[in-house]
């Protein structure tokens, strides 16, 4: 079974321009997680999707975050304007159950904002 | 907000010692677990914990589950090589899970 991936798994940017990042989930797998992990930092929940509906963003930092999962399938998380508060590891997670606490988590997509 | 505190942040130790690492909260949690991050990856699951002093062992791994339900430990017995990583003690009352900062351990051969 293919594990959780997640796309760049490194991006430079400069402040002020936009990335997006792209988790695929565990086939199957409705439940999704964005957590943020900044250098030796707590690693922080951002949002929860069931399937392709939002459950839960009280974590998103700001409207600079926008986190999307059309189809219920992959799931994008855009930053727009970037600011350098925004580098950290992006991490996403999936697990079939809701409120499951066994998560599976992807290896993270690291954002450096200059 | 819920918070957890581990410790320690980091930890050099030689091959074969035994390592303890733990995480505090003010706050009650009814779920602890215990993931490992090797680099480049991210966190795996090693122990989860679901009821007050409750002892589980993975392996040379030994977790407990706090009796005030407020804290958790992890050993890990005569370390090796392949032990080293970032060490997270994550609690759970309702989702979302509450992570710690990590304890970073380095094993020196």
């Known amino acids: 079974e293919a594990g959780v991936t997640q796309f760049p798994s490194h991006s430079v940017i400069e402040k002020g321009q936009t990335v997006t990042l792209r988790c695929d989930p565990i086939?199957?797998?409705?439940?999704l997680y964005w957590y943020r992990r900044v250098m030796g930092k707590e690693i922080k929940f951002l949002l929860h999707?069931?399937?392709?509906?939002?459950?839960?963003e009280s974590g998103m930092p700001n409207n600079r975050f926008l986190a999307e999962r059309t189809g219920g399938t992959y799931s994008t998380l855009k930053v727009q304007p970037a600011e350098l508060e925004d580098s950290g590891v992006y991490f996403c997670?999936?697990?079939?159950?809701?409120?499951?606490?066994?998560?599976?988590f992807g290896a993270g997509s690291r954002l450096t904002v200059l | 907000g819920q918070q957890l505190n581990q410790s320690p942040q980091s930890m050099f130790i030689q091959e074969g010692e035994d390592v303890s690492m733990n995480c505090t909260s003010s706050?009650?949690?009814?779920?602890w677990l215990w993931y490992k991050q090797d680099p480049g990856e991210g966190p795996v699951l090693l122990i989860a914990?679901?009821?007050?002093?409750e002892l589980t062992s993975n392996g040379r791994l030994t977790a407990q589950f706090g009796i005030t339900r407020k804290d958790s430990f992890l050993n890990i017995s005569a370390s090796i090589p392949s032990d080293v990583g970032i060490y997270f003690c994550?609690?759970?009352?309702?989702?979302?899970?509450?992570f710690g900062k990590g304890t970073r351990l380095s094993v020196i051969a």
């Open positions: 997670a999936s697990s079939p159950l809701p409120g499951a606490n066994v998560l599976t």
């Open positions: 086939s199957g797998h409705d439940n």
């Open positions: 999707f069931v399937k392709e509906s939002k459950q839960d």
């Open positions: 706050s009650i949690f009814n779920t």
């Open positions: 914990l679901y009821k007050a002093g």
């Open positions: 994550a609690g759970q009352v309702a989702t979302p899970l509450v």
